[in-house]
């Protein structure tokens, strides 16, 4: 009887290192940035987190315009970006404008919307869909028409946690947070939570996603939300990132779902330091950030060569912004 209970405490004992270590294996052989290890992501405090509650910082790039430069963005080429570039979140840049022939008469745009976000969904990754203001300078302009679009968008993805809501990409010229903006968020937050109420939301603030004093006097009442912070390295320093601090010490949480390695044209000189200064600024607080932007087009913002066109290999044609980005993601692979 005594040796039987040995055999069954070694059984025991046996099994218990066995489970132990075979749960080592399966985390050491994991993409900690997927979805299926992050699931749902959520706002604790100024801090983003996964289902885990443990911190995470998200780093990608951004479509340009999917209206003018739709056949780039193929499940080839965000493959490439994930496994050469090293992006594990991608923004989906929908422009709203119908001058720029954007959604606002342009309808068929969140037909190219699902598919990104399937496509993303297959590669395990992060997506972000990103209602894309700009001329149309204030989000209640097309208040409706966001409204019809994020109902749908969220219905239709209530289930998946890979989708991220950008609400409205920089409202600027003479748009207030109070009197332009909150209700626009209050209005748009409400229709998604109604059908995914578990969703991350970033909102967009004044001044091209630079304001952030008025958001913290009246700030949003509800959770997981994030507020859009954009930086330019050749217009954007660390008057800035002290701004940012100084909100994240009020306790709100901040997304840089747009920022460029040129100045805020999108256009002319690369700046390295300044790029490098921010990244590493982002890094150090666990801020995700998102590159503008997958193009190639002739600027200096853009990833690819002009030369480059559908079926060539994406690390063949990186422009200077593009190296710039891939020896940031991916250093290890730098002298190779
Ligand atoms: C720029 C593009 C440029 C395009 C212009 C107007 O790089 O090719 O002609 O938009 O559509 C932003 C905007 C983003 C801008 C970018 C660079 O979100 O749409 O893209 N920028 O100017 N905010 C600050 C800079």
Redesign the pocket.
């Known amino acids: 009887m005594k040796k039987f209970k040995w055999i069954l405490a070694a059984i025991v004992a046996g099994l218990a290192i066995y489970g132990a270590t075979k749960d080592l294996i399966k985390v050491s052989n994991t993409d900690f940035k997927s979805v299926s290890y992050n699931d749902w992501l959520r706002v604790d405090g100024n801090k983003i987190v996964n289902r885990r509650g443990e911190e995470v910082q998200f780093t990608g790039i951004s479509t ?2 999917i209206q003018w430069f739709s056949e780039l963005y193929t499940k080839e080429n965000i493959e490439t970006l994930k496994k050469d570039m090293g992006i594990n979140i991608f923004r989906i ?1 929908m ?1 709203t404008n119908p001058d ?1 022939n954007g959604y606002v008469g342009n309808n068929n745009l969140k037909e190219k919307v699902y598919e990104l976000i399937d496509i993303c969904v297959g590669l395990d990754m992060y997506v972000v869909v990103d209602w ?1 203001i ?2 149309d300078n204030k989000p209640t302009i097309y208040q409706e028409e966001a409204r019809g679009f994020f109902s749908e968008l969220s219905a239709k993805y209530k289930d998946t946690p890979n989708v991220i809501y950008e609400i409205c ?2 409202p600027n010229g003479d748009a207030e947070w109070e009197r332009d903006v909150k209700g626009y968020a209050e209005d748009i937050i409400s229709t998604i939570r109604d059908n995914s109420p578990k969703s991350l939301v970033i909102v967009g603030t004044p001044r ?2 630079r304001e952030m004093v008025n958001v913290a006097n009246s700030p949003l009442a509800f959770e997981n939300i994030a507020y859009a912070i ?1 930086f ?1 390295a050749g217009s954007d320093n660390i008057t800035l990132r002290d701004k940012i601090d100084n909100f994240r010490d009020q306790g709100f949480a901040v997304f840089v779902s ?1 920022c ?1 390695t ?1 100045d ?4 002319g000189e690369v700046y390295e330091d300044a790029f490098k200064r921010w990244t590493d600024y982002l890094a150090d607080r666990k801020i995700s950030w998102i590159n ?2 997958f ?1 190639n ?1 002739d ?1 200096g ?2 990833l690819l060569k002009p030369e480059y066109t559908v079926g060539d290999n994406l690390m063949d044609y990186l422009s200077e912004s593009g190296q710039l980005l891939k020896r940031t993601l991916k250093p290890e692979t730098e002298n190779k």
């Open positions: 340009h315009g840049a422009y720029d894309h700009l001329n990409n920089e091209w996603s954009h330019y747009e460029g040129t805020a044209t999108g256009d503008w932007s193009s087009k600027e913002s853009a």
